[in-house]
């Protein structure tokens, strides 16, 4: 299979390309820094990288012509964890990203149904669902939401997914993949998969290594089974290591 991959360079985006590489697969990411990946990356024959100045200004056009012939699409996009990333412009890069992707997918109009990752965050709850939250929780998720805006970003993207693309779309079938707070694991460890979280993610969070949520990210592009499971769905994702603050609790 061909997946392209955007936040390719990103702390959890240059794990995810390398479990795909790993497995086989080819891979096209849309970068802006091409030198931040690895030179095992990029000397990889399986790599094919697109450089870009900003995602952003890229015309449907132009991403109809980097999605085609993919067979999926992995998002890990997020903002610098900066104050500039963070309070600054692009407010919607994740959101944005998002629609111009689809909105390709679906003007190519792909013989086959195409799949769509969106790495998100337990801070976000699955409408779908109705998850339940405290209202002591609601409170502080809102202050976040209104003076976050990454926060406000991740949230819509998934939105658009979720009502926008929907259950039933011909074209694209999506899964947006919730870990609680990241930490970073040099192998892949044991790890939990829910339908909700099981834990607060503001008062009570859990830990989820990048290496796993990559790994999990491999692991539905890889097998049918997994992703007729999770699909249209925002499975969250724990390691199972009580002492990281894992799923076992």
Known sequence: MT?????????????????????GEEV???????????ETTLSHKNIS????????QLSEREMREYVKDCDAVISCLGHNLTFKGIFGPPF????????????????????????????????????NLRETVSLVEKFVLGIIRLLVPPQRDNEKA??????EIGQDNQDIEWIAVRPDSLINVNEVTKYSIFPSPIRSAIFNPGKTSRMNVAHFMSEL??????????????PVIYNDDPEEGGGNT
């Open 3 to 23: 997946i392209l991959v955007v936040g390719a360079t990103g702390a959890t985006g240059q794990l995810v390309v390398k479990q795909l590489l790993d497995c």
């Open 28 to 38: 096209r990411v849309i970068v802006r820094f091409p030198e931040k990946l690895s």
């Open 49 to 56: 990288v697109i450089t870009v100045t900003n995602i952003l």
């Open 92 to 127: 919607t890069l994740v959101t944005d990203v998002t629609k111009l992707i689809c909105h390709a997918i679906k003007e190519n109009k792909p013989q086959r149904t195409m799949k769509y990752i969106l790495m998100n965050s337990t801070g976000n709850s699955n409408k």
């Open 158 to 163: 998934a939105e658009y997914l979720r009502s």
């Open 221 to 234: 592009i890889s097998k049918k089974k997994l992703w007729e499971k999770w699909k249209g769905q925002m």
